[in-house]
């Protein structure tokens, strides 16, 4: 027995210290090793398959791969939290995929859906292993059927440290949170040098496909992080947030004494007067526990804020108009990001605060041959179809058709709360006079004049700040300094809110 044990751990000392590790401490990347021991609860980490490797020819056991095929695999924790994980493995056969590193890929994306726990994979291959062919492919389709499988029902965390390259990057994209790290994650469908040769495009590595890329221009990357050390630290802050399960509610803290907060900074964060920009940022701030939150999605569809937050220790989803990017406008990319930040929310039960200021949707017709409605639509289709709490306030105006979206009281959100400053309309006092009255200051002696008086009774007469409330499409009018509290205790109060949904195999939004 003693013989077999010093055995076993003479192979798996060799087999956990195998791989070109100084090679990747030289290119600025920790080992597949290193970064689970960073991103689990210390001693917590089961590997499976670690002896698993590539079959050599028949008669030719020299042929085989080397052990654990590039991807180490298994469970362990997060604050107490259990996880499925894996982390490719670029010191061996560059982290391509074949057949046996597929199986255990699979192996622990299934256990993590049995079990209900959040899948994390760390990303930092080469792609497909061309020597094993089509078998290579089958591998990433089979990954693939399985996050869509688990889709909705525990979170998938993808994390890019490294080269992510042709089919590979399906995986990330269809992750619910991707990960990239600044100057080392890289990530396309074809590289430069395919691009070169069909386009004749001189295009680098970083510049096709770089962090900045999929979290500025593409939005592919959630979170974009200086270095590995801090994004793991990221995913973790991130997985203390979710419920392991979609059968599970988020992680609750101790209540923070939010239903009484007083909060009079917030009335002057916002000017009263609609065209004058301030960070949302700072409102959100106000409004949750310690003024901590985590941005989704910061650096794509800036003109739109998402972020995961306690209030009174419960876990909630913001969405907020930002004055400072475009006045807060909707268009086709905010809507987009908005939209899947909300049904990530009602998947895994998080309630939904949205904070309201904006203008409308971008005119143009850049905007119009985009998408605009059809992507617009998308944010509607989301905020009708969740069953979560959701409060919404409106913070300064509230025009046209992004009003009805940004959860209105008509499209079901359960209580709708508004700042003295508030402006709900069709459009803004200026654009409506001039179509309703156009013709009657054309005629006028004094044009100037009159429209100025008409912009005045208009306000006056429909845009003043109880003119939702007298029709029921808001239910108080509240003192900024009193929203953190009205908003905990409106969320106390929907906390068992149970929505019945409709029989269907699922419902067809305008993707």
């Known amino acids: 027995m003693t013989a077999l044990r010093e055995r076993r751990d003479e192979l798996r000392d060799r087999i956990m210290n195998s791989g070109a590790v100084e090679r990747q401490r030289s290119l600025g990347k920790l080992s597949a090793r290193q970064r689970l021991e960073a991103l689990l609860d210390e001693g917590t980490f089961l590997e499976f398959d670690m002896y698993r490797r590539r079959p050599g ?23 107490g939290r259990q996880v499925c994980v894996y982390a490719q493995d670029f010191s061996i056969a560059g ?3 074949g057949e046996a590193h597929a199986a255990k890929i699979h192996k622990v994306m299934d256990l993590a859906l049995s079990t209900g726990s959040p899948i994390i994979g760390l990303n930092d291959s080469g792609g497909a292993r061309i020597q094993e062919g089509v078998m290579a492919l089958n591998g990433y389709g089979g990954i693939f059927r399985r996050q869509v499988q688990a889709s909705g029902v525990v979170p998938q965390i993808s994390v890019v440290l490294g080269p992510c390259a042709g089919g590979a990057a399906y995986s990330p994209a ?16 074809t590289g430069p040098d395919v691009v070169a040769a069909v386009s004749g495009e001189q295009v680098s590595h970083e510049q096709l496909g770089g962090a900045r890329v999929h979290g500025e221009l593409s939005g592919v990357a959630t979170f974009v992080s200086d270095d590995e050390q801090s994004c793991l630290e990221d995913v973790r802050y991130l997985v203390s947030m979710l419920p392991r399960n979609n059968l599970e509610q988020p992680p609750r803290l101790a209540p923070r004494g939010a239903a009484t907060d007083s909060r009079p900074a917030l009335a002057g964060i916002v000017p009263s007067a609609s065209n004058k920009p301030y960070d949302m940022r700072q409102v959100i701030a106000e409004v949750v526990d310690d003024g901590a939150y985590l941005e989704v999605h910061e650096g794509w569809a800036p003109n739109v804020v998402c972020a995961l937050a306690r209030i009174d220790g419960d876990v909630v989803g913001l969405v907020g108009n930002q004055p400072t990017s475009s006045a807060g406008v909707l268009d086709t990319v905010a809507s987009q990001k908005a939209a899947r930040f909300v049904r990530f ?34 944010l509607m289709y989301a905020y009708c179809e969740a069953s979560v709490p ?115 195999k699922h419902g067809n939004i305008p993707l």
């Open 174 to 189: 269809l992750a619910d949170f991707t990960f990239m790290v600044r100057d080392i994650a890289k990530m396309y469908l």
């Open 390 to 504: 959701r409060v919404q306030v409106i913070v300064r105006k509230a025009y046209g058709g992004a009003y009805i979206v940004m959860d209105s009281r008509s499209i079901g959100t359960d209580i709708s709360l508004a700042w003295p400053t508030n402006e709900i309309a069709v459009m803004g006092a200026d654009g409506a006079v001039n179509i309703i009255h156009r013709k009657q200051m054309a005629a006028a002696d004094d044009p100037e004049a009159l429209r100025e008086q008409l912009v005045g009774r208009y306000k006056d007469e429909l845009m003043h700040s109880y003119y939702a409330a007298e029709r029921g499409l808001v239910d108080e009018v509240i003192d900024p300094a009193q929203t953190r509290a009205v908003v905990a205790r409106s969320l106390a109060l929907l906390r068992d809110k149970h929505r019945p949904v409709p029989q269907r």
């Open 57 to 79: 020819a028949p008669g030719d056991p020299a042929a085989q791969g080397p052990h654990t095929d590039g991807v180490i695999a298994g469970f362990g924790s997060i604050e």
């Open 95 to 97: 982290g391509s995929l």
């Open 345 to 378: 929310c009602d998947a895994f039960n998080i309630a939904l605060v949205t904070l309201v200021d904006v203008p409308g949707f971008l005119p143009g017709t850049e905007q119009e041959h985009g998408g605009a409605i059809r992507h617009g639509a998308k």
